[in-house]
């Protein structure tokens, strides 16, 4: 069967199932997955990952000014935020003592430069 025929025969497949179907076919471990551990998307880190991964996207999203410095400096705010709600994450629930210890000089560390990003663009008038 030629590749283009392949994705065919997988575009109707998925069409037959429905995106629906074709998850649950996916997340379909067999029969003994009854009483199993929550799926990774049930858990409060990954809850909390997901919360500091949306709201550092949405925060991302700036009005581009033209110049690159600002720019830079008003995208990197959230960036380095972002990094920071993650480590706080791994702090929260995580177990391994090298990625905690990670994680709080990741906030120590992007804390100092949110605070210099914004003392930079109160210097420029932005």
Do not use: C
Not at 18 to 42: I, K, M, N, T, V
């Amino acid at each position: 069967m030629t590749t283009t025929r392949s994705l065919f025969a997988g575009a109707a497949l998925l069409a037959t199932l429905g995106l629906a179907g074709f998850a649950l076919a996916q997340g379909h471990q067999g029969h003994g997955s009854h009483g199993a551990a929550p799926a990774a998307s049930d858990t409060a880190a990954t809850q909390a990952y997901k919360a500091a991964n949306d709201k550092m996207h949405k925060e991302m999203g700036i009005a581009f000014s033209g110049d690159a410095d600002v720019d830079f400096a008003r995208g990197m705010i959230p960036h380095h935020q972002g990094a920071v709600d993650m480590a706080k994450v791994v702090l929260a629930h995580g177990k391994d003592p090298e990625l905690r210890k990670l994680a709080e000089g990741v906030i120590t560390e992007q804390e100092k430069e949110i605070a210099f990003l914004r003392d930079w663009l109160k210097k420029q008038g932005k």
